[in-house]
């Protein structure tokens, strides 16, 4: 392995969205992570194990070892102790107290190793009413008070699919968190527990939004700002072709810019900081648009600062130059692969790699961290 974590072990139960996502954005800095895994035949039948892919297409175990372990039978629970002894990192993302019952909860990892950093990641908490509450993203967001503002004006909220609460909220804050306590541990040489909840970590990032709000300058009514659709000078636009054209032309300069390259007569338009104004600005701008193929007005703002670009789908994203140029997406095998992010100068990520459908031995794992442990 490569990047800024090699030398870090990671062990993680296995389970479905933020947690594997935590373990391949620390696989892809070059720590070595183990996925505790159920045997085979029992796996097939477990709900919360797998999302039923292929592992080639599981792209959350890329860079990740995988050991069969059967938790319910004590020998099992010793192998995955005998693992954390070697290690640096242990992640769960069970209902609060299952591990406890497990016997992997963090007074029992902790005694086999104190200075293990032990992080649990669930939708919301370790503790309070909603504590052992089923959920999914979508309920994480709602929970939040993101998903409220998440909607044109009139409409329903609309989740933005399970990227906010699953990915950014979640696997991405718990890993934040795994890194600050893994450089905090080494200069005490103690380990703690991390309570990463989605719940929370969604809530921190509308921290800005919150000072808005503060300051009188953003509304509760969504659709009715400059970033949720209110402006029309900062949403998506239907081109001739069907295609769709993202506008964020926010500042007075870019505006400017935008809207002078348009082709039609502006004059009479109204004033872009006039909210009485944007239903109206809002069809001026569509009927304009709507005159070109996607591909035209790309070439018409292609190199200005008027900040529109198209809406691509995942392929062309892929095969866009820029893109390209900066390999932002790496096919492994027929599978299109995020890169790795965020890019390092002397100690670069990890490439994308197929995750494996190998299960590795688990003693094996055990000897290979551990030499001499059986």
Partial sequence: ????????????????????????????????????????????????????????YDLGNRGVDTVSVDLKDPDGVESVLRLVEAADVFVEGYRPGVAERLGLGPETVGE??????????????????????????????????ALHAMSRAGEAPRPPINLLGDYAGGGTMAAFGIVCA????????????????????????????????????????????????????????????????????????????????????????????????WPRLRELIGAAIVTRTRAEWTEVYAGTDACVTPVLTFDEAADDPHNAERRLFQRVGQVLHPAPAPRFSRTPAHPPVAPSPERLDVHQMIRYWNPGRS
């Fill in 1 to 56: 392995m490569s990047g800024p974590l090699e030398g870090v072990r990671v062990v993680a139960l296995a389970g479905m969205g933020p947690v594997p996502f935590a373990g391949m954005l620390l696989a892809d800095m070059g720590a070595h992570v183990v996925r505790v895994a159920r045997p085979a035949h029992r796996a097939a039948r477990a709900l919360g194990q797998t999302d039923g892919l292929r592992e080639e």
């Fill in 112 to 145: 086999r190793n104190s200075a293990l950093v032990y992080a649990r990641l669930t939708g919301y908490g370790q503790s309070g009413p909603l504590a052992m509450t089923a959920g999914h993203d979508i309920n994480y967001v709602a929970q939040s008070g």
């Fill in 182 to 277: 893994l450089l905090e541990a080494r200069s005490s040489g103690r380990g703690q527990v991390i309570d990463a909840a989605m719940t929370d970590g969604v809530a921190l990032l509308t921290a800005k939004i919150q000072g808005l709000r503060a300051a009188g300058r953003y509304s509760d009514a969504p659709g009715t700002n400059h970033l949720d659709s209110g402006a029309p000078f900062y949403d998506t636009y239907r081109c001739k072709d069907g295609g769709y054209l993202a506008v964020g032309a926010l500042e007075p300069d870019f505006y400017r810019e935008f809207v002078d390259r348009l082709g039609t007569d502006v004059s009479g338009w109204p004033e872009q900081e006039d909210r009485s104004g």
